[in-house]
């Protein structure tokens, strides 16, 4: 299993999609690696620099993240850069699979969750661990420390165990 | 309680259900291109598991960026081409023979209703035209579809769309998924299919219902479906005559493959499109969708013509039947992309090439390029964009580029006037094709 705690960056938007976690001009390069340096270049978000990627290891943002191209390049930028967790309210199919089959997480909560830890969290240094068996989450500040439950289907959660699809689907089928 | 088609293909396909929220798939087409499947490619080989589950079954094609701009797509094209040859993999459309993967695939028949297929590229959506249900996926589903052929989904919720009326002349398939898709919002069908029903869609060509289901992603759709019909098999019929005795036959297998009256929807609507204008998007999401009449006026840089939503023949007459004597405006430059060979073939024949080159157009090789900003027409920093394609994220086409989604004919009004402007403005009637 990959690790699934860390600090937190808040990205506060809707709705952003897989051009902007890794511009298609990228998806020539046949490394994962090679995207790292590349992770959210194309943002459209007021305020935010690259350079808050630093020592990020979990995301938290709105609606519909990862909408767009289904390009695993999203996913793997992402992992390059050492983040394996995405919490939002919702989001994109084909995103969403793709997390799962690389045995990350992409975590949903309900709205008012999501804006509750917008509003108590998103500006100070926070970090967050997935605690898998027990299918919650611990988000800890220098203040408070709390923990919240979410939902998980049982196929996600063995693809999270296994660490992805390939090596389930190879076993089973 | 009834069937909706895609709970029937799932049904037909099931192999496993591991988990309540896991439908394991038996696939019938496995399709490939060079930008998402390289990295399936060398995973497997590092896995030493370089074998693929059925060679006739895996159609693979280079098309995103068509003939190799530098050293690296050099290297991609050289990773699918060697990799095809050495699994046997009779189907790889190499550089000339070569198009749009969601446009040639059809073409040569490789998409049958009742089908299941998968592909690396998330307009995958537009094989659902043919009754079949067709999603795109990340390069780990493609990885295991190329290696055991099986892929796993959610169960199909359905969203139901019945349009009736009658499209007006000068209004297209591109307008009614626009508008189809501002009223869904861009995640409004997430993890679900929508099915396309009602006499309007009843009465589209294949092409005009690959456009239709191609843009059903940019709602979140998983796929677009319409029902096959006599106009499905007249499409495929070339490539299906010897499996049936006549066309009348094909048309009842196939008739299978539509969803039962009693069916369970997780939505239905019903919209009379009989009074819808030509629409176009602003701004960077899909559903940013207004009437042409509302944007009239709109300073662009670039017109482009292709993609796998718009790349096709009737798309390219259409286009032509209003370029036709015209030139375009001297403010603008613009780009058209036939979406295969045989589109190119066709429009070559048809006088079409020469109408757009007359026109003052470039007219490149089939190929996505410049639609995700790859290659063939990528936007400056500030630059406008008037595109039949289907995506208008900020950078899409090109950092700091802005892109304007229309319909083919909008797209050629706009050359000619430099501005996003009404097609009635140079044709009267050009309604005969819907």
Same mark, same amino acid.
């Given at each position: ?9 808040? @990205?506060?938007?809707?709705? /952003?999609? =897989?051009? !902007? ?7 020539? $390069?046949?490394?994962?690696? #090679? ?18 990627? @630093?020592?990020?290891?979990? /995301?938290? =943002?709105? !609606? ?7 390009? $695993?390049?999203?996913?793997? #930028? ?96 | ?434």
């Amino acid at each position: 299993m990959k690790t699934f705690s860390g600090s937190v960056l808040f @990205l506060d938007r809707s709705d /952003i999609n =897989t051009d !902007e976690i890794i511009p298609a001009k990228y998806l020539t $390069e046949i490394t994962k690696e #090679a995207l790292k340096p590349f992770l959210l270049e194309d943002l459209f978000l007021d305020g935010f620099s690259t350079s808050d990627l @630093l020592n990020k290891a979990i /995301i938290v =943002t709105r !609606e519909n993240f990862g909408c767009g191209s289904s390009r $695993e390049h999203a996913p793997w #930028a992402l992992e390059v850069n050492e983040i394996n967790v995405v919490v939002a309210e919702s989001f994109a199919r084909i995103f969403r699979q793709n997390m799962y089959n690389c045995g990350m997480f992409a975590i949903e909560l309900p709205k008012e969750t999501i804006d509750y830890l917008f509003r108590n969290y998103a500006n100070k240094k926070v970090t967050i661990s997935i605690n898998v068996d027990n299918s919650a989450i611990l988000i800890e500040s220098d203040q408070a420390s709390e923990k919240i439950a979410f939902k998980i289907g049982e196929f996600d959660k063995t693809l999270v165990k296994e660490g992805g699809w390939v090596g389930y689907a190879d076993k089973n089928y | 309680m009834g069937k909706t088609i895609a709970e029937k293909i799932f049904d037909a396909h099931r192999v496993d259900e591991p988990f309540p929220d896991a439908h394991v798939l038996r696939l019938d087409r496995v399709f490939c291109h060079e930008i998402t499947t390289p990295i399936a490619i060398t995973d497997l080989i590092e896995r030493g598991m370089d074998r693929v589950f059925d060679p006739t079954k895996i159609k693979a094609v280079i098309d995103h960026v068509t003939p190799a701009k530098d050293s690296k797509t050099a290297e991609q094209e050289k990773i699918l081409r060697d990799w095809s040859r050495r699994h046997g993999i009779k189907d790889f459309f190499d550089v000339g023979r070569n198009g749009v993967c969601h446009a040639i695939f059809p073409e040569k028949g490789f998409v049958r209703p009742g089908f299941t297929i998968i592909m690396g590229d998330s307009h995958t959506c537009t094989h659902g035209a043919f009754g079949a249900f067709a999603a795109g996926t990340g390069t780990t589903d493609l990885e295991v579809g190329i290696l055991k052929g099986v892929c796993a989904f959610h169960f199909p919720k359905t969203i139901k769309m019945i349009i009736t009326g009658e499209l007006k002349p000068g209004v297209y398939a591109k307008d009614l998924i626009l508008f189809i898709i501002k009223e869904l919002t861009v995640n409004g069908a997430t993890n679900m299919v929508i099915e396309f029903t009602g006499p309007v869609v009843d009465a589209m060509s294949m092409e005009s219902r690959m456009t239709l289901c191609n843009m059903a992603i940019e709602a979140g759709g998983t796929c677009g479906i319409c029902y096959p019909d006599m106009t499905t098999v007249d499409y495929l019929w070339d490539h299906i005559k010897d499996e049936f005795s006549s066309k009348e036959d094909a048309l009842s297998e196939y008739s299978k493959w539509v969803s039962d009256f009693d069916a369970e929807y997780e939505q239905i609507y019903e919209f009379d499109i009989s009074d819808l204008e030509p629409m176009v998007t602003f701004g960077y999401k899909p559903d940013q969708v207004k009437t042409v009449a509302e944007m009239h006026g709109t300073k662009v840089d670039q017109i482009y013509i292709g993609s796998c939503t718009n790349g096709r023949i009737e798309d390219l007459r259409i286009a032509a039947s209003i370029l036709k004597d015209k030139k375009i405006s001297v403010a603008v430059r613009a780009i058209v992309s036939p979406a295969s060979p045989d589109v190119y073939g066709k429009a070559l024949k048809e006088g079409i090439i020469e109408i757009f080159h007359e026109a003052g157009f470039c007219v490149t090789n089939p190929t996505c390029g410049a639609c995700l900003g790859m290659s063939n027409g990528v936007l400056a920093d500030g630059e406008v964009c008037a595109a039949t394609t289907n995506r208008n994220f900020n950078g899409r086409m090109g950092k700091g580029g802005t892109v304007h989604l229309m319909s083919p004919a909008t797209a050629a009004a706009t050359a000619i006037a430099g501005t996003i402007t009404n097609s009635n403005l140079f044709k009267a009637s050009i309604g005969e094709k819907k």
